[in-house]
């Protein structure tokens, strides 16, 4: 089975291009309540499952010890933009554990906010690790290790204690094997871990609700969720999804983006968790897609509008005259039609 064309591309009114995907929504037992394409194929996560990356900080009584705040919790979940906040509260959480941005690992590229990398570039500075939008997760990696009495040092490695700590973690959340057959590098250099959709779906409906978790893992999911719902700033940035998405779910929808076109999500009252994987890569329709599933798993909530609206955004030449758009498609449609 393919998977189905699940978004339109709109130039005027005719259909320039289209987006394949595959949707995964299932509660924490592992059932399926919605399947879209090939939901069973392994697919690469990549910062969509940084929540659960982050258990351990938590978990380990890291967090405590530091005394994070719930804007550092959120960092540490995040893919931040590399704005000037972001960049200040990354060296301010690495202090807690009396360490600077040297010890990171990740390696340094210009922020992904056009604005923030010109006035980096304006003030004739260059981008270190801080402004990497997973400076944030290492924070939380090397933190973890400080508190733990872990060298730090390769803490990016596939065989250091850290990183089989947080494999340990992501297969017993998503209850999928972690093996080396199904390891890559993530563009941060840390591991990442190819699994199904359906999984990760799973995965995310248990760090939602707690359910099938340890009692200490399940309040720790419970307060990297909330401190995310609660900072979608210092999970992302402005103008980006998961900030628009989680402001709209005032508190009752849990949003992460991944590279490749993979987006996840959670309704922790309904006990769900959202997985979705676009074919070609493409954030824009990954967006689309994650934004139509939350219209039509909350049609009785006010805030459905407000994903419908963003499953069908314009699109604007340089000129900003509107010259078509994006809408969900095939068997995403439906509820718009």
Known sequence: MSDPVLVDVLRGQVVESVHRGAVAVCDADGALVLSIGEVERPVFPRSAVKAIQALPLVETGAADALQLTEREL???????????????????????????????????????????????????ATPTALHNNCSGKHSGFLCTCVHNGIDPRGYIGRAHPLQEMVRGTLEEVTGASHGEDMCGTDGCSIPTYAVPLRNLASGFARMATGQGLGPRRAEAAKRLMAACMAEPYFVSGTGRADLRMMEAGGGRV?????????????LPQAGLGIAIKCSDGAGRAAEVIVAAVLARLLANDGAAADFAQMSTPVLTNWNGIVVGGLRPAGPLAVQHS
């Open 254 to 266: 849990f949003t992460k983006t991944g590279a490749e076109g993979v987006f996840c999500a959670a």
């Open 74 to 124: 959120a960092l540490v979940c995040a893919s931040h933009t590399g704005e000037a906040r972001h960049v200040e509260a990354v060296a301010a959480l690495l202090a807690k554990a009396g360490l600077t941005g040297s010890a990171f690992e990740c390696g340094s590229h210009w922020p992904t906010s056009h604005s923030a990398t010109v006035k980096l570039a304006g003030a004739g």
